[in-house]
């Protein structure tokens, strides 16, 4: 008969070949999942790389062949007569974004605040849900609601009909307000509670302490939520398209009739061709090329803030 010594290192050799096997099996998944994350991180590069590619072949050779100079800083856009310049887009949704994010960003970051440090639970449970809510809403109906409520306000009070650059930027700011808020305030809550409780036994007010500690400290997620802000008011297309009045024309006053570079390509894309079609493109590498550059000065600023 085998010994009960004999008996147990028989057992403890079997233990540390499950254990073996069992860690060979986790290690074996894990290299699975790592990859599978792999290959999605990839997909999502190989498919912005691809759409660039796209349209840059599609648009950049448009630019030439109207000619850089005329393309860009032209004033005037008559397809029919092969005239095509974008400046007056291109200022529109400069002018457009620029407006939304002077109104959208105190808004956004005063609502975060009030959310984070002042308001009780219960009015945060139903504001935040609510301001959430605003993030969901589609673009169209945006747009209806500017077509149909501030569109004839300002009709009302300026006259021109309504359609123009102002009911734009009212539309953009509250399109971006869930972006602003949500980031803001998450950035507001990671600042380390050391910090408030400092701040307040030196002797510093509550007020005082948000907006020279607290705000201080959460500045580079408050200026990602700005830059977050940002894309998506001068990528929006559907809510410009209903308010805007689309004339293709620079704009001189607030009051004024625009078309952004989106919605230049979303109206006219459906019935272009020929040169027409590949000037489209070309606006929307201008876009791309704008937008990129952007994000890469604000993204420098954000990081060097941060440090």
């Not at 200026?223 to 894309?231: D, E, S």
């Not at 230049?264 to 459906?270: L, Q, S």
Request: proline share 4%.
């Amino acid at each position: 008969m085998k010994s009960a010594e004999s008996i147990n290192k028989t057992l403890i050799r079997k233990k540390e070949f499950i254990d073996l096997k069992e860690n060979k099996k986790r290690k074996y998944f894990e290299r699975i999942i790592e990859t599978f994350f792999l290959i999605c991180a990839l997909a999502a590069i190989i498919a912005v790389f691809m759409i660039s590619i796209f349209i840059f072949i599609k648009g950049g050779p448009a630019i030439f062949k109207i000619g850089i100079k005329d393309f860009l800083l032209g004033t005037k856009w008559k397809p029919m007569l092969d005239i095509y310049g974008i400046l007056p887009m291109i200022l529109a949704s400069i002018y457009a974004t620029f407006g939304a994010v002077i109104l959208g960003v105190p808004v956004g970051l005063f609502t975060a605040v009030f959310l984070a440090e002042i308001a009780p639970e219960w009015l945060t449970k139903i504001v935040r849900p609510a301001v959430q809510l605003l993030a969901g809403i589609p673009s169209v109906v945006y747009g209806f609601f500017g077509l149909i409520v501030i569109v004839p306000i300002i009709d009302k009070l300026f006259g021109g009909g309504g359609n123009s650059l102002l009911a734009v930027i009212f539309i953009l700011t509250i399109m971006i307000l869930p972006t602003i808020v949500s980031v803001s305030e998450t950035s507001i809550r990671a600042v380390p509670k050391e910090y408030k409780e400092g701040s307040l036994a030196m002797g510093a007010s509550h007020i005082q302490t948000i907006f020279k500690v607290i705000i201080p400290a959460a500045r580079s997620g408050i200026l990602a939520a700005v830059v977050l802000g940002i894309g998506r008011a001068i990528g929006e297309t559907m809510a410009v398209i209903l308010v805007a009045g689309n004339t293709p024309l620079i704009p001189h006053s607030i009051l004024d009739r625009v078309r952004t570079m989106t919605a230049n390509i979303a109206i006219e894309m459906g019935y272009a061709f020929g040169l027409h079609q590949e000037a489209l493109f070309a606006t929307g590498v201008i876009l791309f090329i704008f937008i990129m550059f952007f994000n890469i000065v604000l993204n420098i600023f954000t990081h060097k803030v941060g440090e």
